[in-house]
């Protein structure tokens, strides 16, 4: 029995994770979907396993912004071609804040 209210907050965290990753949580939070080109990306050590780095561009509110490293939490460098577009989330108070929106799989 006492370890009931262990499990649920487990499973809650594990819940969560999976939610925040595909960038639902942020997007209820006001931020705004947008169009961003890859421009390069570089593959990086975190923890055991290469993660493609992407640097794109996008335009929000007439505005062109590059943002330089961001973490595709992938793991495949292939699966961001310089020129593809991929959807980021782009906080609209602070456009330089933006993330890539994951899609459920």
């Known amino acids: 029995?006492?370890?009931?209210?262990?499990?649920?907050?487990?499973?809650?965290?594990?819940?969560?994770n999976i939610v925040d990753r595909t960038g639902y949580s942020t997007k209820r939070h006001g931020w705004v979907e947008v169009k961003a080109t890859v421009r390069s990306v570089v593959s990086k050590a975190v923890g055991e396993f290469p993660t493609p780095f992407v640097d794109v561009s996008y335009e929000f509110r007439g505005v062109e912004y590059?943002?330089?490293?961001?973490?595709?939490e992938g793991n495949q460098t292939s699966e961001y071609p310089p020129g593809k577009e991929i959807a980021v989330l782009v906080n609209p108070n602070s456009p330089m804040e933006c993330r890539i929106l994951r899609r459920p799989t």
Not at 1 to 16: D, R, S, T
């Open 66 to 72: 590059l943002k330089k490293s961001l973490n595709t």
């Open 1 to 16: 029995m006492a370890y009931i209210p262990i499990a649920v907050f487990v499973v809650g965290l594990i819940v969560w």
